[in-house]
């Protein structure tokens, strides 16, 4: 079914009992190492993560996540559209776990994670040929350099930058 920014933000009484169910069961994970994202949720690791690594939540503030939920049938150039209930708990998962504080101040408004202030200068040491290698193809691409990536591992010591 194709979903429309309406049916995320308006849902309707059945999403919206949807979205509180899933507000309160949300654990929320503290302390945990900076870059080393553990939150998870089974639907968003399915769905978000068939076509590249499930990105973590705490790498966008909310409101980039909220307007990436309502235009996936127009995602970076092609569809990633869900049903609406998978859609409200997904949106949930990624608005409770956005960036905060610092974080949420250097990533902005950005729609890219990897065009947000704090990745280029995390990775302003990585060359241009380093960007255009072939085990590389795009910065979208977390898990070419970051073996953690599929367990929301990106601490500086499991990056191992493809020659
Ligand atoms: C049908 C395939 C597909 C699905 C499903 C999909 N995406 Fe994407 N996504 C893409 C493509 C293609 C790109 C652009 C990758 C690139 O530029 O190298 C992208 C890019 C992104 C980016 C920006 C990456 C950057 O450059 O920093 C984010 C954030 C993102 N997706 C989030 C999500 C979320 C959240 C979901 C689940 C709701 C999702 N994606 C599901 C295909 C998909
Ligand atoms: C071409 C290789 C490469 C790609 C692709 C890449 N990174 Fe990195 N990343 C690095 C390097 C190198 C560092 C610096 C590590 C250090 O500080 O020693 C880094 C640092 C980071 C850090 C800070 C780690 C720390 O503990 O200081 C984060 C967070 C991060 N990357 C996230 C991402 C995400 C998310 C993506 C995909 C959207 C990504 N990276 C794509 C190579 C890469």
């Not at 049916?7 to 654990?27: F, S």
């Not at 978000?48 to 049938?73: F, R, T």
């Not at 559209?81 to 949930?92: F, N, Q, R």
Request: aromatic letters at 8%.
């Amino acid at each position: 079914m194709k979903r429309t920014a309406n049916q995320w933000i308006h849902g309707g009484p059945i999403a919206t009992a949807l979205l509180l169910l899933v507000l309160a069961g949300h654990v929320r994970v503290a302390g945990a190492d900076d870059d080393r994202f553990t939150a998870s949720n089974e639907k968003w690791r399915a769905e978000c993560g068939s076509c590249h690594v499930a990105y973590p939540p705490q790498l966008l503030a909310e409101e980039s996540w909220q307007k990436l939920m309502s235009g996936l049938d127009k995602h970076f150039g092609t569809d990633a559209s869900l049903d609406a209930v998978a859609a409200v708990e997904i949106g949930a998962f990624l608005t409770e776990n956005a960036a905060r504080g610092k974080r949420a101040w250097r990533a902005g408004s950005a729609l890219r994670i990897t065009e947000t202030a704090w990745f280029r200068k995390e990775h302003r040491k990585v060359s241009a040929a380093t960007w255009k290698n072939s085990k590389v193809k795009s910065p979208a691409n977390c898990s070419a350099c970051h073996t953690g990536a599929e367990r929301g591992d990106y601490s500086e010591h499991s990056v191992s930058v493809p020659r």
